[in-house]
């Protein structure tokens, strides 16, 4: 990583995002409660994101980070790896409550599906769509995030969604990916495998359609 990103990211995560917002993280506690949906854990990224963003829109961060001597594309790279590295992060905290609940629960969820391999390749994949819709939209301008964080978040919505009811329509389909059937893991790892590089494939994209929007931006 270039020194300017590098500088840039520790910005991002001093400033713009700093590790005090993680403590939203915490209420993935709550997948321990009975049949608590678990895409609900999933989703509090964004409540991060949309915060953190506005407050530094507000502070005029865009405005001290363009006047600095460094390539628009590193400012738009230094934002994408902030934006995954607190979807990691949710991730890492929502593992161990999904496992413990899966031991005290081990005929799974009544309520969506069950904490598997599979449930995690459909959530990157729905984080991938969230994300290009949200920072593609919010580099046509360098700074706004009300309407491509309404859009970001109805893509996601939608998307795990359809996920859902594929799973519960499609015959058989709900034995093999909505099951914690250890017989099924390998069916299961294949969806996580594709979410995995789904995810990969749509932060590259978004990057560079980002950096194209922002080129275009006189702020």
Same mark, same amino acid.
């Given at each position: ?5 590098? #500088? ?11 590790? !005090? ?11 321990? @409660? ?13 409540? @991060? ?5 506005? +407050? ?59 904490? =598997? ?13 969230? =994300? ?35 799973? #519960? ?5 709900? +034995? ?6 250890? +017989? ?21 994209? !978004?990057?560079?359609?980002?950096? +194209? =929007?922002?080129?275009?931006? =006189?702020?």
């Amino acid at each position: 990583m270039k020194n300017n990103t590098r #500088n840039l990211l520790y910005k991002e995560l001093r400033l713009v995002v700093p590790l !005090s917002y993680l403590v939203l993280l915490v209420p993935a506690i709550f997948l321990l @409660i009975p049949h608590y949906p678990f895409i609900i854990g999933g989703t509090y990224f964004m409540l @991060i994101l949309f915060i953190s963003f506005s +407050e530094a829109n507000t502070n005029k961060d865009h405005l001290f980070t363009i006047s600095l001597p460094i390539p628009r594309n590193q400012v738009v790279l230094a934002k994408h790896i902030a934006v995954i590295i607190v979807q990691l992060v949710q991730l890492i905290c929502m593992i161990p409550f999904i496992v413990i609940a899966n031991v005290l629960r081990p005929g799974g969820n009544l309520v969506g599906m069950d904490g =598997n391999y599979a449930f995690f390749g459909f959530v990157l994949i729905s984080f991938s769509l969230f =994300n290009f819709i949200f920072l593609t939209g919010y580099f046509k301008t360098g700074y706004k995030t009300g309407r491509p964080g309404v859009l970001a978040a109805i893509g996601f919505f939608l998307s795990y969604g359809l996920f859902e009811l594929l799973v #519960n329509v499609v015959p058989n389909v709900k +034995e093999i990916l909505d099951t914690l059937n250890p +017989e099924m893991v390998g069916y299961q790892i294949l969806i996580l495998t594709i979410g995995l590089l789904f995810y990969a494939g749509s932060m590259y994209f !978004s990057y560079r359609k980002s950096v +194209e =929007n922002f080129d275009q931006v =006189n702020l």
